[in-house]
């Protein structure tokens, strides 16, 4: 079973254009994902995949990149046509596993790369993806951090921008210590017969009420497994969480 680490990178932001290009330390955003990527050992390779030609050049400066169409709707998407720009210089089936890497998150552990692929010696896993513990009210209850409950056997229930579960009867202060809560951690691996099927699904209502493609992908009835890590990895959405950096980070 093949391992394949794609890095979707977009130059058009509407909160932060020119994202992968942003400089952290005397690296940009996206050299530094590619690095920690590249230091997983279960891949077989790591490609970013943009439809920017001034990000396709700084990639290749060191590492590999393949150019994608701009008609993509997601990171999703543009994983799919990547792995039919590559699998001419390398054969990838459909039980072979596609691990979709966010190219905001510049902090990316191996560690959790790693783990997200373990969950793939289940041969039952078709989609898999990562949750950390929240510990922050700020995480809780700001819409831009996606919270996640899962069942006993470590399946995905439901995704939401919303703090999930609502506790009934407790001030909203103490729903940390009512609860354990958790937070997606948003990078996704799928099997490459999985990631065919899914990208071809439309619209669902929930996904477009909360803007998360994997509740289209539940609502069709693909489960989702996930796996939790205890790495902090912060990604950057906007120039302000660029600044806000914390020294140790750069």
């Given at each position: 079973m093949k391992y394949i680490g794609i890095i979707p990178a977009r130059y058009a932001s509407t909160r932060f254009p020119g994202k992968p290009l942003a400089m952290i330390g005397n690296?940009?955003?996206?050299?530094?994902?590619?690095?920690?990527?590249?230091?997983?050992?279960?891949?077989?390779?790591?490609v970013v995949a943009t439809d920017d030609e001034r990000i396709l050049h700084h990639v290749l400066e060191f590492g590999e990149a393949v150019m994608t169409g701009s008609h993509h709707r997601s990171g999703t998407d543009r994983c799919l046509e990547a792995t039919s720009l590559i699998s001419g210089e390398q054969e990838i089936g459909d039980?072979?596993?596609?691990?979709?890497?966010?190219?905001?998150?510049?902090?990316?552990?191996?560690e959790q790369i790693e783990l997200l692929a373990s969950l793939f010696q289940n041969p039952d896993t078709g989609i898999s993806t990562l949750v950390?513990?929240?510990t922050r009210a700020e995480e809780l209850f700001s819409p831009n951090i996606v919270k996640v409950v899962f069942d006993r056997n470590f399946q995905a229930l439901y995704f939401s921008r919303s703090p999930i579960p609502f506790i009934r009867g407790a001030e909203q202060d103490q729903w940390l210590k009512q609860h354990h809560f958790f937070r997606h951690v948003g990078m996704y691996a799928y099997r490459l017969g999985v990631l065919k099927k899914i990208a071809s699904l439309p619209f669902g209502d929930l996904e477009k009420a909360e803007s998360l493609e994997q509740l289209?992908?539940?609502?069709?009835?693909?489960?989702?497994h996930v796996a939790e890590t205890s790495y902090d990895?912060?990604?950057?959405?906007?120039?302000e969480d660029l600044r806000r950096l914390p020294p140790q980070w750069l």
């Open positions: 690296k940009s955003m996206i050299r530094r994902v590619f690095e920690q990527a590249v230091k997983c050992p279960v891949f077989d390779k790591v039980k072979d596993v596609v691990i979709n890497i966010q190219g905001d998150e510049p902090f990316i552990q191996p950390k513990h929240i289209r992908w539940m609502q069709e009835g693909y489960p989702i990895s912060p990604g950057i959405d906007t120039p």
